[in-house]
């Protein structure tokens, strides 16, 4: 390696050599003193020869002084003047050596080859030994040293004239060379190895400013992206709302598709949006989970209450099977997991061709506080083509890209997917072949004490006697899993005609059926009027309690074609929960409902007259809020930005305040945090503050929180989480108008 001269000057790497030259010789310098005192004395040196003894003593003492003065002094001289100090300290080590070499060789001459000439020869060899390494970066003043110290003895022993002088002699020669020899390897290797050094040094520099200009475009890059997302959100806020309005005015059936068309259209920008916005975060490390105990059964169910529909329009069913031992209550982040959910199932609603998804939900513990959590999502379509497989994870990677739907997604669902598995340290994976798809992944989840206790099950609907028709594959083994918790005896037909005599020959034989479940089929639907005559055979004496299961649609085509006021049944839509499934059960039985009904339900009451604050800048923002808000049957009052909210609030007294964040004059978070410190001040009611904003960067809930908000809307605002979190945080439910426009959402297919 060829050495850059610049390095030979420079001033950190001369001073580290200076500094460990400089410790080490206060300990030579008292070796020096020792030795000298030893042979002056023990030796008897001092006696035979006390002229030569004292002026080597007092050269010894006062180069001993020189040194030791130069490196007391070190921090001082060598500040004022690094070159000068060197020199003269360079220059009294050698001036030292030469020293003791020349009291050795005299006492060499005077005890010839005696106990103290054997002492001082091995000393001075020890002594160049120890000091060559230290020394080498100094190789020529080094090689000077090495002569001053060794040579005299060296001559010495030649004068003596005897062999055996003469022989120390040739060794103290060879010892000397391979010195001389030895300092110019190290040299060079110390040289070296300083110059690697400080390339590594300037390219961790190089790099270390890299990752700093790297950090600040990552933060450009989110900061980039919190802004237009939340630019880009506000006006799809204003065109969904807008949409969602004018889907409840009179349309004609052209407009009506035109509508629909362009709702779905907006709703995939804004999942685009989104998967955007996830996977920069996934990219750049910075997804954020969060910690909430929840009920993992509730989660799953609403996330395929949300993707049921979808399914059902392309005539797929969608079922979930539990484990007997899933916990009820964990602690993680409910979102993401419902996220991972969504991904998979929508996966296979687009791509699978096939007509049955069934999730499988099992758990195992790992430890003492952590359960792995494991999902799969199993089709029954054709398969992943072999070409596929090896790229699902990657981003932009379709998994059907010869499928028609094929262009309907961005090929991120996966690559997100494998992400967030990834940061909630589990695993992803799958398994294709000609007869389905499954896709499966695990994620790793808090143990809770917070468990629910089991609710007590009405004694009339055990132990019941029930008729499954037309049932099979996911649906099937769903209600099944669901009626075996209740004890009831489950026969199954696949075909009306076996239904039809099944019913009067168990009502003949004393052996009624108490419930009789019809799948309605998305594939080929069911002609229904089998069940209007059986209901109006008066030969059966007792007639088993009609459920029909079905899709949204389905029941609005029932309902279109009054064959609903035809039929004493209730329905039950899928994908089938045991939640809404006992619900059904109870109002067949006419029982009381151990929760309140659901929404839309008959049975719900007008809600009390709540008045809302809304503090939004958007003038079309606020025209699609108070539009939802008038639907769902709540007064509201509207200001602009906080302070206008703030003096409101002092004179009049609102119920709940649905807050914009990003706003002139005075922010949100501001305008919260003033509020609740007005209320501490004056000892107010709390008064609960829901964060409406186009903003969804990471952390973007937790910041509205600390603010002092209570909960967190993200626009778009959706009708049905609009209200759910109304009747959250007011205790009530909604109007029996909001109840009306979402059965009529429902029964056209918008979720």
């Known amino acids: ?44 040196y001092y006696g035979s020869h006390p002229r030569i003894a004292t002026a080597a003593g007092l ?72 000091n060559n390494v230290e020394w080498s970066p100094y190789h020529q003043r080094n090689t000077l040293r090495l002569g001053c110290g060794l040579m005299p003895p060296l001559l010495a022993y030649v004068l003596v004239g005897d062999l055996r002088g003469l022989t120390i002699a040739v060794a103290l020669l060879i010892m000397l060379v391979m010195l001389w020899r030895q300092s110019r390897i190290i040299m060079h290797r110390y040289w070296e190895t300083a110059q690697v050094t400080r390339e590594l040094q300037r390219k961790a520099g190089d790099l270390a400013q890299a990752a700093n200009a790297a950090n600040h475009a990552s933060q450009f890059k989110t900061e980039f992206l919190s802004h237009i997302t939340h630019e880009i959100r506000t006006p799809m806020n204003n ?49 954020q989970l969060q910690e909430n105990v929840f009920n993992i059964k509730r989660c799953i169910d609403q996330s395929l209450e949300l993707l049921g529909p979808r399914a059902h329009d392309r005539g797929m069913e969608l079922n979930c099977r539990y484990a007997p031992d899933l916990p009820v209550r964990v602690k993680g982040d409910s979102a993401r997991l419902a996220q991972l959910i969504e991904n998979l199932v929508s996966n296979a609603i687009k791509y699978s061709q096939g007509d049955d998804i069934i999730l499988a939900v099992t758990s195992q513990k790992v430890s003492e506080s ?65 007869r389905g798809t499954e896709f499966w992944f695990t994620v790793q989840l808090r143990g809770t004490t917070q468990q629910a206790e089991k609710g007590s ?65 998305l594939q080929q639907p069911m002609a229904l009027e089998w069940l209007v005559d059986l209901q109006r055979d008066a030969t059966i004496s007792v007639q088993p309690r009609l459920v029909l299961l079905s899709s949204l649609a389905q029941r609005a085509d029932a309902m279109r074609g009054g064959l609903e006021q035809q039929l004493t049944a209730e329905w039950l839509s899928k994908p089938v929960t045991f939640e809404k499934l006992y619900q059904a059960l109870l109002r067949c039985y006419g029982l009381q409902p151990a929760e309140p009904a659901e929404r839309g339900d008959a049975a719900a009451t007008p809600q009390t007259r709540h008045r809302i604050l809304l503090v939004e800048d958007n003038v079309v923002n606020q025209m699609v809020a108070k539009g939802m808000l008038d639907k769902l049957g709540y007064p509201v009052t509207s200001v602009v930005n906080g302070k ?71 626009k778009p605002v959706n009708l049905d989480e609009l209200g759910a979190k109304l009747r959250r945080w007011l205790g009530a439910t909604e109007s029996a108008q909001g109840a009306d426009v979402t059965d009529r959402r429902r029964a056209r297919g918008i979720t």
């Open 1 to 44: 390696m060829a050495l850059d001269q610049k390095l030979f000057r420079d001033r950190k790497i001369l001073r580290r050599v200076d500094v460990n030259l400089a410790v080490q010789s206060r300990l030579f310098g008292v070796a020096n003193l020792l030795l000298f005192l030893f042979v002056a004395t023990v030796g008897g």
């Open 644 to 714: 206008e909210a703030l003096g409101l609030l002092q004179q009049q007294n609102f119920d709940l305040i649905l807050m914009d964040c990003v706003m002139p004059v005075m922010d949100g978070y501001e305008a919260t945090r003033a509020w609740r410190e007005q209320e501490e001040s004056t000892e107010r009611s709390r008064i609960p503050i829901v964060a409406m904003t186009a903003s969804v960067v990471e952390g973007e809930q937790q910041r509205c929180l600390a603010a002092g908000m209570d909960d967190y809307l993200a």
């Open 239 to 287: 065109v969904l709302g807008m949409l969602a309005l004018l889907d409840d005015t009179e349309l004609s059936p052209q407009q009506r598709e035109l509508q629909t068309l362009a709702a779905q259209s907006g709703a995939s920008l804004l999942s685009l949006i989104d998967d955007i916005v996830d996977f920069s975060r996934i990219s750049s490390g910075q997804v």
């Open 59 to 130: 050269l010894i003492l006062a180069l001993s002084a020189l040194q030791f003065t130069l490196v007391i002094r070190f921090d001082t001289a060598y500040g004022a003047g690094p070159g000068r100090w060197r020199t003269g300290f360079i220059l009294s080590q050698i001036a030292a050596a030469l020293g003791m070499g020349l009291f050795s060789a005299a006492v060499i001459l005077a005890d010839k080859l005696g106990m103290s000439s054997f002492l001082v020869t091995l000393y001075m060899v020890g002594l160049c030994a120890l």
């Open 457 to 521: 099950l009405h004694k009339e609907l055990l132990h019941l006697r029930a008729l499954v028709v037309g049932a099979r594959g996911g649906v099937m083994e769903a209600l099944v899993a669901k009626l075996d918790s209740l004890d009831m005896m489950i026969e199954s037909v696949r075909e009306p005609a076996q239904a039809a005599d099944l019913v009067p020959e168990a009502a003949a034989a004393q052996r009624p059926y108490d419930l009789m479940f019809v799948n309605l089929s």
């Open 370 to 434: 952590r359960l792995e959590l494991r999902i799969s999502v199993k089709d029954n379509g054709k398969g992943i083509a072999p070409e596929l497989q090896n790229h699902l994870f990657e981003a932009f990677a379709s998994a059907h890209q010869h499928s028609p739907q094929a262009h309907s997604g961005t090929g991120l669902g996966l690559a997100i997917s494998k992400g967030l598995v990834e940061c909630m340290n589990g695993k992803i994976g799958f398994q294709s072949n000609e």
